[in-house]
C-alpha cells in the first residue's frame, strides 16, 4: 500500500479557524505541529452555515438546493406551519462513504449530522447528535451499539443534554465526558475495525462554544477545551500510521451574538405581515393569529432568518401572484438590507435560493437574511420591539460564522504548501476522490484542492 491511501477526517463541529491558526495557535502544539506539512484555510461554508445543511454538503459535494433542504427544519408543503425535521431520509445523493464502498473499500462513519436512521453500506455508522434516542438503533451494524457501550462503560452520549442550560459547571462536565468517551470509541475502532475511510465528528467544540464563547471566545474554558482537543489529536496521530491521512475540518465558525433582529415584528411594521390582533405577549408566530388574506411575507428565526411569500396558487390564502414574486422579493430585500432599527445598524444582507444554489429542489425559503454578519440572531417571535441588543439569552452567546476550518495532514508530505485561501466546504467530496483515484463524477459544485 501507498502512503495516503488511507484517510482519516476529523469533523469539529463549529471549530474556529481564529483559534486554530491564528497567535492563540501557539498552545495547540499538535495541530501547530503539523499546519507546516498540511495544506489549510479558512473553509467557506454553506449558505446559511449551520449543521443541517453543511456538514451534508460537505460529505455529499453538494449545495442545500441541490440536496434540497435548507437547515435543520424545512417546509413538508406550503401549508402554513407544516414544518419538519429533516433526517437521513432526505440525503437523496452519494455521500463519500458510499462512492468508497462502491469500490470495495470499508469506511467507519460516526457522528455525522443526518445520518440517523442508518443506511447501510457494508461499513460501520454510529449516528450523531440528531439521533431522537439512544434507546432507539443509532448504529449499523446494530451490535456496535453493544461494543460502544462496553469501550465507554455505558457512559457514551450523542450529544450533552441542554446545551443552552444556566448550569455551566454541569455543561462543562458533560462536553468533556461526551468528547473523552467519543475518543475512547474512535480510538478502539481505529485499531479494531477495518477501513480506508474513517469519518469522525465531535459537537464538543460547538457545544462549548454556545456555553461558553462571550465576547470572542478568548477565555479559559473554550482555550482550555481547545487544548483538550488538541491533545486528542496528538493520541490520534499516534494510532494513525505513515500511510494514513489526517484532515482536520469543521462544518462553520463561531461568533458573538450581539443583538437580536425581530424580523416578523418588521414585516409587520411594514405592512408585508398582518396579524388578526395585537400578540399579548412575545412569543413564536403562530399561524392562526396571521390574517393570511392580507399578508404577503412571514418569516422564521434562528442564526439567520427566513422569509416566506404568501403566493397565489402555492400557499392556501396567497396573495402575490406568482409573475410579480420577482419584483416583490427585490423590492423587499432591498427594504431590509436598508432597514434599521433604532440605533442598530442591521445591514442585514438577502440572498435568493435561486441565485446562490445550481438548482432549487424542495422547498426553501424563498429569502435568506443574515444580519450585521451573523452577529445578530433573527428571531421569529412576535410581540416587543424591532431589535433586543446584547444575547439576549446568556444562556448561548455564539452565533455561527460563515467560515469552518480545512487542515489535510499527509504524512511524508515535504513542506511549501501551507496556507490557502479560496477553500469551500464543496471542495471536501472532490478532494477525496481525487486522492483515492475514483472518478469524481460530473458536477460537483467545488474542486479538487491541489
Ligand atoms: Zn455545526
Request: proline share 5%; charged share 25%; glycine share 12%.
Amino acid at each position: 500500500m501507498n502512503k495516503g491511501d488511507k484517510l482519516f477526517i476529523l469533523g469539529l463541529d463549529c471549530l474556529a479557524p481564529e483559534l486554530v491558526f491564528g497567535e492563540s495557535a501557539k498552545d495547540l502544539k499538535n495541530i501547530s505541529g503539523i499546519l507546516d506539512k498540511s495544506i489549510y484555510g479558512e473553509l467557506k461554508s454553506t449558505c446559511p452555515p449551520i449543521t443541517v445543511p453543511a456538514w451534508m454538503s460537505m460529505f455529499t459535494g453538494r449545495d442545500p438546493g441541490e440536496l434540497g433542504f435548507y437547515g435543520f427544519k424545512d417546509r413538508r408543503s406550503f401549508g402554513y406551519g407544516d414544518s419538519y425535521l429533516l433526517n437521513s431520509a432526505a440525503v437523496k445523493e452519494p455521500v463519500l462513504w458510499e462512492y468508497f464502498a462502491q469500490k470495495g473499500m470499508k469506511s467507519v462513519v460516526i457522528g455525522v449530522p443526518q445520518t440517523y436512521p442508518p443506511k447501510p453500506f457494508g461499513g460501520v455508522l454510529v449516528c450523531s447528535f440528531l439521533t431522537p434516542d439512544t434507546d432507539l438503533e443509532y448504529t449499523h451494524p446494530p451490535y456496535i451499539k453493544e461494543e460502544i457501550n462496553r469501550i465507554t462503560g455505558g457512559k457514551y452520549m450523542i450529544d450533552v443534554d441542554n446545551f443552552r442550560t444556566q448550569d455551566k459547571d454541569a455543561l462543562l462536565d458533560q462536553i468533556y465526558s461526551m468528547t473523552e468517551n467519543r475518543f475512547k470509541v474512535i480510538s478502539d475502532f481505529i485499531g479494531s475495525k477495518d477501513w480506508n475511510l474513517f469519518i469522525a465528528v465531535e459537537m464538543g467544540v460547538d457545544r462549548i462554544h454556545h456555553g461558553f464563547w462571550g465576547k470572542d471566545g478568548q477565555n479559559d474554558r473554550i482555550k482550555g477545551y481547545y487544548r483538550y482537543i488538541d491533545e486528542q489529536i496528538g493520541k490520534l496521530l499516534e494510532k494513525l500510521d505513515d500511510r494514513t491521512g489526517l484532515m482536520i475540518v469543521s462544518d462553520h465558525g463561531a461568533r458573538s451574538n450581539r443583538g437580536t433582529f425581530n424580523i416578523n415584528n418588521w414585516l409587520i411594521e411594514n405592512g408585508y405581515l398582518v396579524l388578526r390582533g395585537r400578540p399579548a405577549e412575545q412569543g413564536r408566530l403562530d399561524p392562526n393569529t396571521v390574517d393570511w388574506k392580507k399578508t404577503r411575507a412571514w418569516a422564521e428565526g434562528g442564526y439567520y432568518g427566513k422569509i416566506f411569500l404568501n403566493v397565489k396558487g402555492r400557499e392556501p390564502v396567497g396573495k402575490i401572484k406568482k409573475k410579480e414574486i420577482a419584483k416583490f422579493k427585490e423590492r423587499l430585500a432591498c427594504e431590509l438590507e436598508t432597514a434599521g432599527a433604532g440605533e442598530a445598524e442591521l445591514k442585514n444582507r438577502c440572498f435568493f435560493p435561486e441565485q446562490i444554489y445550481r438548482r432549487v429542489n424542495g422547498i426553501p425559503p424563498d429569502i435568506i437574511v443574515y444580519s450585521r454578519d451573523l452577529s445578530f440572531r433573527v428571531s421569529g417571535c412576535t410581540g416587543g420591539g424591532l431589535f433586543v441588543k446584547g444575547a439576549a439569552d446568556l444562556s448561548d452567546s455564539a452565533n455561527h460564522s460563515e467560515h469552518g476550518v480545512y487542515i489535510d495532514y499527509l504524512p511524508g508530505r515535504t513542506s511549501g504548501n501551507g496556507y490557502k485561501e479560496g477553500l469551500s466546504i464543496y471542495d471536501v467530496v472532490p478532494t477525496v476522490l481525487e486522492r483515492f483515484k475514483m472518478e469524481a463524477g460530473s458536477g460537483f459544485r467545488g474542486r479538487v484542492i491541489p
